[in-house]
């Protein structure tokens, strides 16, 4: 059969490899100026070169009704996707007009500056000077009619308005902009062609996004739909189904339909022997549709119109027209009957370049690995299919057409087995052979992926590589954000009010409750700040707060391990990416033992603690497999070092308040422990008020409130109500007692064992020397009792103890407790805790 190139008949341009872009760029400027490629500027060979659409028909006989005054529409907007002919279409009516006998006037936005306005534009093109357009302000639409009127019939070509607009945005006239007034032009320019009988405005305007620049533009360009929309009536010169009809007359000059159809037919019959024909679809609609597209397959045009297509960044039209007149240039040579998918050979820079640039600059390495290098897998394939076939390259074949299939800027992607057989298949091999390329080929290349029924290529080779694929573009707002969620993951709650990242005092509350600030790095000048102020106002409870920073040597291991996690629960939650199942089980397996991980990383990183009136100390290395939440780990931490107590004793509250005072009042108690630093803290009010219900209740202390500036007891050794209001106060014992007149405490007897130098009979009463006793304790420098506690009596005791501590330096109590049982919890929650929350020095025996 003949090669393609000798039915279908290249331009001389595609034929000598002018290829750039602007041949296919069309430019109403340039095309004005005289300038450009002769393909626009010449309007013979335009012609020659232009598929004359259903839709490009009607707008020329309907610009030629205007013009002639025949009726037809005064203001048309040609609206196409991104590339698909809306320039194409004004040169059309550009070469009409001089066949028309009409005026021209050429407005293209990206050819002007700002220092001229579209109105002095257009009366120095119709009468050579500017007179009645002056200045940056519209001219109003009496001055446009008159103009307009007096040089009928006029044809107005304004391409590219909004990159004029966009442009004009940035012009100052008085309190306007140069862009309002260009759009208020649009609208007085509209109207004035609506009453004119014989004046035609054309008008492009963008339908893809892209061309739409920014937010601001975006709203410029609603303005100028607005304006234009009350009189216009929109074309689309290009239907879908002209395409093919567009790229052949573009691309090819003369086509031989004859033998084109007899290359048609033998594919035909071809594939229907080998049944590779698309399912659903009538083979003698298949048939139709291939010659029409001839010497391309159907495959080809649908695939680049729709798939690459849908990429905003993809020109359809001038796209598709620049990818296949490289694709022919590269192949001309060689006895080609028709060009198919498997044809574009991407080892060809300039036809990669021109996919890459959609779908990124590192698919250079997914085709050098996998399709063109020299030991590239789909070379390997080339050389392992039987001897007979390898001439063919069906390896190369093949992955190509998968590589063209796997594109699109939606959510479709791959192919199937029937559709590669079809493209990468010739007529001189069994078709089967295809299938088994396929199978070789998945061995083999490094990015070939696999899901169903589907193929295709993806940068993602293996689960290593798509987590450092991953992880390289994970945003720093990302991490942040993540780091964020996992700290508040391990906050259980419950313990503290909780502010996290939060170095704005004003925005951390001022009240009793305790507070953990959390901030993201350490900052002495911030800590004392929130501790000091609140806003612009003194901070009143400034022992409640807790400050937690991170240890920032620690930072650079749990940002890895973060984008570790991050990327592993993206690949996880990718539906759509190409791997296993035995794949997913490993990359789950691995994100969980990330996430347990980086909840370990997040305690170590954040460890440092401030607690006012204090320097900052370190939790530690968590303990492993501990389950706490940071904030508990906090609390428990600060609890031992006695900070926060969740209990205290009557004791401790006497030895504290009361060693040197009299009376104190409750409010004051409560209030010092919330705002006087390095107080300890109560986890609540509760503690204290049981603590000194308690005291009163068995003696240690009485309660009463201030009068005159004299304490006054009205509770002691009897359950009180407790307030901790302003004139409450506990009361030292011996003031209860005076004012109850009771006697002192119990005579405590010696119940037979005698401390050294003791004699019988000695006792002590109220804390002082009962003056009676046979033996002088005054003189006795040492005391070693030992006694057994009456039930009820603790008090008393307690009393005595209390007595003993007032004259000699050092006293020591050993406890022998018999006969009865204790949990392990009570021993640590009830004793050693009481112990060392009053600051005595346990030593277990």
């Known amino acids: 059969m003949k090669a393609f190139h000798t039915v279908a008949v290249p331009h001389k341009d595609i034929l000598d490899g002018r290829l750039t872009m602007d041949v296919f760029a069309a430019d109403l400027w340039e095309v004005s100026k005289n300038r450009g490629p002769d393909e626009y500027r010449d309007a013979k060979r335009f ?34 996707p991104f590339g698909g002919g809306k320039t194409h279409t004004l040169i059309a009516l550009y070469h009409n007009a001089k066949i028309w006998d009409s005026k021209t006037i050429v407005i293209v936005g990206t050819a002007l500056s700002t220092d001229t306005t579209l109105w002095g534009a257009l009366e120095q093109q119709l009468t050579g000077k500017i007179t009645k357009c002056k200045g940056q302000t519209a001219p109003g639409r009496e001055v446009l009619r008159d103009l307009l009127d007096s040089h009928q019939p006029v044809l107005i070509l304004m391409d590219e308005v909004l990159e004029y607009v966009t442009k004009a945005a940035g012009v100052k006239v008085g309190d306007s902009t140069l862009a309002s007034q260009s759009i208020a032009f649009m609208q007085e320019l509209s109207e004035c062609a609506g009453i004119c009988e014989k004046v035609c405005l054309a008008v492009t305007l963008p339908a893809s996004i892209l061309e739409h620049y920014d937010e601001k533009a975006e709203t410029l360009y609603q303005q100028l739909q607005k304006v234009s929309g009350r009189v216009e009536k929109i074309y689309t010169p290009v239907e879908e189904h002209e395409i093919t009809m567009i790229i052949r007359r573009r691309l090819f000059s003369t086509i031989d339909d004859k033998y084109a159809k007899k290359v048609v037919k033998e594919f035909m019959d071809y594939a229907d022997k080998e049944g590779i024909l698309p399912a659903g679809v009538q083979p003698s609609e298949y048939r139709d549709r291939f010659v029409a597209s001839y010497p391309f397959m159907p495959e080809v045009i649908d695939v680049l119109y729709h798939k690459w297509g849908s990429f905003p960044t993809f020109q359809r039209t001038r796209g598709v027209l620049r990818l296949l007149s490289l694709v022919i240039y590269a192949i001309k040579g060689l006895n080609k009957p028709y060009i198919s998918l498997a044809d574009f050979d991407l080892s060809n820079q300039e036809i990669r370049q021109e996919l890459l640039k959609h779908i990124g600059a590192e698919y250079n390495s997914v085709l050098a690995a996998d399709i063109t290098d020299a030991h590239a897998g789909a070379k390997l394939v080339d050389s392992q299919i039987g001897n007979a076939y390898q001439g063919f390259q069906l390896g190369r074949r093949t992955a190509t057409t998968i590589f063209m299939y796997s594109f699109s800027g939606g959510a479709e992607r791959g192919t199937t087995v029937g559709e590669i057989k079809r493209s990468a298949t010739t007529m001189d091999n069994p078709s089967s052979v295809i ?65 996290l990242w939060t170095e704005n005092s004003a925005d951390i509350p001022d009240t009793d409750e305790l507070k953990l600030v959390i901030l993201r790095k350490e900052n002495k000048k911030t800590i004392e700040d929130i501790i000091k102020n609140k806003g612009g106002t003194p901070r009143v409870y400034r022992n409640t707060l807790f400050f937690l920073c991170p240890l920032e040597s620690e930072r650079p291991v749990y940002l890895q391990t973060l984008s570790r996690s991050i990327a592993y629960a993206q690949v996880e939650g990718d539906k759509e990416l190409g791997i296993s199942e035995e794949q997913r089980r490993e990359i789950s397996k691995e994100h969980k033992k990330f996430q347990d991980t980086v909840k370990e990383c997040v305690q170590r990183l954040y460890r440092i603690v401030w607690v006012p009136g204090k320097e900052p100390s370190d939790l530690g290395i968590p303990t492993f497999g501990e389950n706490r939440g940071l904030d508990a780990k906090i609390f428990d931490d600060l609890r031992t070092a006695g900070e926060i107590l969740e209990r205290t004793t009557p004791l401790f509250l006497k030895t504290k308040y009361l060693s040197k005072n009299e009376f104190v009042s409750t409010e004051q108690i409560y209030q010092s422990t919330l705002k006087t630093p390095g107080e300890p803290r109560f986890v609540n009010k509760s503690i204290l008020e049981n603590a ?43 003031l209860c007692r005076e004012a109850r007149e009771e006697p002192p405490a119990d005579v405590w007897k010696d119940t037979g064992s005698r401390g050294e130098g003791a004699t019988g009979g000695a006792t002590v009463k109220g804390g002082k020397e009962s003056g009676e006793s046979q033996t002088s304790l005054t003189d006795m420098k040492n005391l070693r009792l030992s006694f057994t506690i009456p039930m009820g009596k603790v008090s008393n005791i ?48």
């Open 47 to 80: 012609f020659e070169h232009t598929y004359r659409t259903e839709g490009l028909s009607n707008l020329l006989d309907v610009v030629q009704k205007r013009l002639e005054g025949k009726g037809g529409d005064p203001v048309i907007q040609i609206q196409t």
């Open 435 to 499: 299938v088994v390329a396929v199978d070789l080929l998945k061995g083999k290349l490094f990015y070939l992926q696999n899901i169903g029924d589907k193929y295709y290529f993806k940068n993602q080779p293996n689960i290593n590589r798509i987590i450092l694929s991953k992880i390289d573009n994970i945003k720093e707002s990302e991490i942040v954000e993540a780091e964020k969620e996992n700290l508040k993951a391990n906050l259980k709650g419950g313990k503290f009010r909780i502010s």
């Open 692 to 734: 000194i219900s308690e005291g009163v209740q068995n003696g240690i202390f009485g309660l009463g409130i201030l009068e005159n500036n004299t304490p006054k007891c009205e509770y002691f050794r009897k359950t009180p109500s407790v307030s901790l209001s302003a004139n409450e106060v506990i009361i030292v014992e011996g």
């Open 798 to 845: 307690l009393g005595v103890i209390n007595f003993l501590t007032n004259r000699f330096k050092n006293v020591d109590i050993i406890i022998n407790a018999q006969d009865g049982s204790l949990s392990e919890q009570d021993y640590e929650n009830k004793i050693k805790e009481a112990f060392e929350q009053i600051g005595v020095e346990l030593r277990e025996e």
